[in-house]
């Protein structure tokens, strides 16, 4: 969050465009991502918020194809980049617990950022917990109402 109430999106560029990812907006084809794509990598260029879309769509984990931090995908790999963009970050390398809340806990040991499987485990982790916390605490009430 960068200020109350908003998001790293909200300072995107490219926020609300459907070409950016073709298979959700109205490109039918790689061959009209292609023919924006160096309309869109021009937008990518000066974003500031290009790690950030870089973390969040993990990119070559997912096999993204579309225009993501300065960078034009297919099949999850790099293939244009943004006059200027320098060579794609990577993401933290996948690990045998990824995308369960253990292989979260294993990168913070190690000291680096969970990967966008590891951090969408710990969130439905989190979640799951919250809600078994809530209903034992409804149980708890009710027992005590009945007593």
Known sequence: MTAAGTSWTDRAPCRGDLR???????????????????ELLALCRDCPVRAECIARVAPSQSGFDGVCGGHLWLDGRAIASAYGVG??????PLQAACGT???????????????SACRQAQRDYQRERRRRKAQKAAEFTATEMSN
């Open 20 to 38: 950016f990812a073709p298979a959700d907006g109205p490109a039918a084809s790689r061959f009209a991502m292609l023919a924006d794509a160096f």
């Open 87 to 92: 060579p794609t970050p990577e993401e933290p």
């Open 101 to 115: 809340p253990a292989g979260a806990r294993a990168h913070s040991r190690r000291g680096e950022r969970a990967c």
